[in-house]
């Protein structure tokens, strides 16, 4: 099913949290909200949710087409993953995937059997099998993420919303979770739209990405458009490192290529102040001579370092390619 | 129309709540308090104060203070020590020692004021000595001190206990690696940053120390003029059917009650402020 | 555990700690029950099964049961009002809650007899409908309940206050109206604040003394609870008797404190 987003305006008192943002997501796609703290992309997925409601007579929200923005959060049919999981901690994991069935109005509740039922089916959907009748307190981070998950998707949502799903795990079972969700994504094929302000995350699990800043949508497109075609400084600088130069035009680290300084096609010499290397990879600060100031970060690979005998303190040239200028 | 937002209440239902809450905490606390300066002031000001200008009202009043000047120093320093054994250190024996300080909150007043009776009566276990060496201890102020000791024993460890675990030893231990000893690290780190707790803790300590009845009442003996304490003037005042005079005498405790309310929302606000500006 | 401590005074704190709670109340709780103790079960019994010990323990252990329940339910309320929303004088209200242990209670006492007795501002309404407001058990369970409120209040505000909105949240996304999410998701969590809040207004009640005898009446067997029959027989230099009725009394709220401990942990074991 997918979700429309038409022109929402979101206030607090005198401040701005959403400006004028228009938003198609695809049915079936799985897209992602980019931006830092503060750019207004929680609240978006707040107001999807119900969670919250946009200012009145801004904009509106629509399900497949259907208007959804007078519908309370509890009849949007909308699955939300809360960031720190929001699991009812007095209740069994179990409990807890079965609320939504349990607190149905009696016309179209399951019965007991079968509410069992879709509990085991959903706890096998996100591998916790057995584990129906542990506290959320004795289960780990990724753990009780699943479980949130599992709790969402019982009500068989329209869509599924997720705030910084992974935003409060380690870095190693982030990893892995990512990667399952995406194949879980691909397995349900629900419409999904998720909170994060990693750009990595954003970049790997999303068909879509939509970069945020400051109540606005800075640019939307496929991970590979926003990573390659940044259409705004902001989208540049957010979407992993970057050198700016004097003139205010960006490049990549590894978009830089090292060459002796004597070699033709040299844009800048300057002299290596750090020099790091690590498996595959290395990652060289220049410090480039004739008065520019600040450092440049380059990533080449091991070997090109190891052939060109590369040291500390040595002057080396750089070759940039064409540049594009963008507004800032 | 818009609809509400999903954790809130509708209108009608808020106010109706709110009406509900309002309702008995009038009737519940306001009325009560109204209630004492209407009555006192029932039969005219001149009553009113002729009451509080009495003999016995006053010496009442001068047994209350000092009571209370004893009784709440020897339970602040007694609340210092105890936090900063419990808090600051890990021993066996610590939950027990917790549970222990709580315990006065489990004993009556008037088993406060009995234990000292058969301890220092003249049936208790040392009333012959005492009586062989003319020491007064019950019906006397040592009696009233003891038990007022014991009624505001746990007052202010119990608002300092938590207050110092959630602030935990760091800034202690930082102090103690730049050079410090013991009473600089208590005056210079410690001290400052549970200044607002203590007050609030020795607040309540006073008011319940001035205002304490039980406990008080069975050691006491009702000497008028001699051992009484306003609280118990207050009682003898209105046995004799005196009503205006007994809620003259209730006003200054009403004020008493007032001004530690007044006082701790102060308090509140300040150490709320601060707590906002860490953040 | 090291023998070295980083942190200095342990010694001295810990030794004027256990001082001073030995001389002030263990060693003479101590005396209390060995006084009690020294006189032998057929004693007690003769003590304690006289009609008028027995009358005032129904009396204490009941009203004050009864007193921390209604404070239980109309502290959530008042909670909640104070918590939950915004409106002129809540900061004013919020401070008058510790209104009752501010004001001591011969204060509470005498005010809550005046406006309950017959011709008392509320008394007279009540005695319209048929009512006794003062001078009966009624009053015990008024006084009583007036001082227990706000250990409720205290204890159940900063759990409302640290309830995190994303659980209401939650269960409103899985379809769950308002009620059921109070009974189902607000309650449980607040169930062991509400618990405690209750054991201490209990616990408060089952001693008091001074707010109940003006308003009670002090009928024995009628309205004369378990802490003025110890006072009344000191007075009569009764020492065994008071001793055991006092120890009596200390035992069962011990026991009841120490049961309801245990509940309370139940309840609170899924908690971290």
Sequence with gaps: ?328 | ?279 | MSKHRVIPGFGLSLGFTLTYLSLIILIPLAALFLKAGGLGPAEWWRILSTPRVLAAAKLTFGASAAAAAVSAGVGLLVTWVLVRYRFPGRRLLDAMVDLPFALPTAVAGITLTSIYAPNGWIGHYLAGWGIQGAYSPFGVFIALTFIGFPFVVRTVQPVMEDLGVEFEEAAATLGAGRLTVFWRVILPALTPALVTGFTLAFARAIGEYGSVIFISGNLPMKTEILPLLIVSQLEQYKYREAAVIAAAMLLVSFALLFLINLLQRHLDWHKR
């Design chain 2, 1 to 279: 129309m818009h609809h509400r937002p999903a954790t809130t209440e509708s209108a009608p239902v808020r106010w109706l709540l709110i009406g509900l809450a309002l309702l008995a905490l009038s009737l519940f606390l306001l009325l009560p308090l109204l209630a004492v300066f209407v009555e006192a002031f029932r039969r005219g000001a001149d009553v009113f104060f002729a009451a509080l200008h009495t003999e016995s009202a006053l010496s009442a009043v001068r047994l209350t203070l000092i009571a209370a000047a004893i009784s709440v120093p020897l339970n602040t320093v007694f609340g210092l020590a105890a936090a900063w054994t419990i808090t600051k250190h890990r021993f066996r024996g610590r939950a027990l020692l917790l549970s222990l300080i709580d315990l006065p909150f489990a004993v009556s007043p008037v088993i406060a004021g009995l234990v000292w009776v058969l301890l220092f009566g003249a049936k208790g276990w040392f009333g012959p000595w005492l009586a062989a060496h003319d020491i007064k201890i019950i019906f006397d102020l040592p009696g009233i001190i003891l038990a007022t000791v014991f009624v505001t024993f746990p007052f202010v460890a119990r608002e300092l206990i938590p207050l110092m675990e959630a602030q935990g030893s760091d800034q202690e231990l930082a102090a103690v690696t730049l050079g410090a000893n013991g009473w600089q690290m208590f005056w210079r780190v410690t001290l400052p940053n549970i200044k607002w707790g203590l007050l609030y803790g020795v607040l309540l300590c006073n008011a319940r120390a001035m205002g304490e009845f039980g406990a008080v009442s069975v050691v006491s003996g009702h000497i008028r003029g001699k051992t009484n304490t306003l609280p118990l003037h207050i009682e003898v005042l209105y046995n004799e059917y005196q009503f205006s005079a007994a809620f003259a005498c209730a006003t200054l405790l009403g004020l008493l009650a007032l001004v530690t309310l007044g006082l701790k929302t102060a308090v509140e606000q300040i150490t709320h402020q601060r707590a906002s500006r860490h953040h």
């Design chain 1, 1 to 328: 099913m997918s979700i429309s987003i038409q022109s929402i305006h979101k206030t607090f008192g005198a401040y701005t949290a959403l400006d004028d943002i228009s938003l198609e997501v695809p049915d079936g796609s799985l897209t992602a909200l980019l931006g830092p703290s503060g750019s207004g992309k929680t609240t978006l997925l707040r107001i999807v949710a119900g969670l919250e409601m946009a200012d009145p007579g801004s904009g509106r929200i629509l399900f497949h087409g259907n208007d959804v923005s007078e519908v309370p959060a509890g009849k949007r049919g909308v699955g939300f993953v809360f960031q720190h999981y929001a699991l009812f901690t007095h209740m069994t994991i179990a409990q807890n995937i079965a609320f939504g069935l349990d607190v149905m109005p009696h016309a179209r509740r399951l019965k007991r059997a079968e509410i069992r039922e879709r509990v085991s089916e959903l706890l096998h959907l996100v591998r916790l099998d057995g584990l129906d009748k542990r506290r959320p307190h004795e289960l780990s981070g990724g753990q009780r993420q699943r479980v949130a998950l599992a709790r969402a998707l019982a009500i068989r949502p329209k869509v599924l919303l997720l705030d910084e799903p992974f935003g409060a795990l380690d870095a190693q079972v982030r990893k892995e979770l990512r990667r399952w969700l995406r194949q879980f994504h691909d397995e349900i094929n629900l419409t999904t739209l998720f909170v994060t302000h990693d750009q990595e995350e954003a970049l790997e699990l999303a068909d879509q990405v939509v970069v945020m800043r400051n109540a606005r949508i800075e640019q939307t497109g496929t991970p590979q458009d926003i990573y390659d075609e940044p259409r705004t400084s902001f989208v540049y600088e957010f979407l992993g490192e970057v050198n700016k130069l004097p003139d205010g035009r960006y490049i990549r680290p590894h978009e830089i290529e090292l060459r002796f300084a004597a070699e033709e096609g040299v844009d800048v010499t300057g002299r290596v102040s750090h020099l790091f290397v690590a498996g595959p990879f290395a990652r060289v600060s220049v410090a480039p001579e004739h008065g520019r100031r600040g450092e440049l970060e380059v990533w080449a690979s091991r070997d090109q370092v190891e052939e060109m005998a590369l040291a500390s303190g040595d002057v080396i040239g750089l070759h940039f390619p064409p540049l594009k200028k963008l507004k800032s």
